[in-house]
């Protein structure tokens, strides 16, 4: 029987402090008080980013089942945002996964994208609410 998990995902909009970095954003993305996730900068989709490297971290195995997509968001074969290639030096892409191969999850390809592959996956996100600095969905999946 499966174990049905259930968690809540924060993600948390900051200002950096650090010396190199000063100034810029950072979202993080924070699983029952652990962060577990987070990138700084702009110009792409950042809570798209967390999530991907989040969904990428521990769903391994369900992700190598998916086929990917190297087009566009457009094109409804596979999933925009995920590739597999093989290890340096060539990186050659494949469309499946295959042995050896990286799994990569890009989620400033939008975090519509990184909800579709989470769908996919079988983790099932719901919004609950959202303010200035704070954005938070819960997540459901099957163990």
């Known amino acids: 029987m499966s174990e049905l998990i259930r968690k809540t995902l924060e993600f948390r909009w900051t200002v950096s402090k650090g010396r190199d970095t000063y100034g810029y954003n950072i979202c993080s993305l924070w699983i029952q008080g ?32 998916l086929p990917c997509n190297y087009g566009s968001g457009d094109n409804t074969e596979g999933y925009y945002g995920l590739t597999f290639h093989g290890p340096r030096p060539d990186y050659k892409s494949h469309n499946h996964f295959q042995k050896g191969d990286i799994i990569s999850l890009n989620g400033a390809c939008g975090f519509s994208s990184m909800e579709r592959i989470a769908k996919a996956i079988g983790v099932n996100l719901q919004f609950v609410l959202s303010s200035n600095n704070l954005t938070v969905y819960t997540a459901e999946w099957k163990e």
């Open 34 to 65: 652990k962060k577990v996730a987070s990138c700084n900068g702009g110009g792409y989709d950042m809570q798209g980013t967390v999530l991907g490297n989040w969904l990428g971290d521990n769903f391994t195995d369900r992700l190598k089942k």
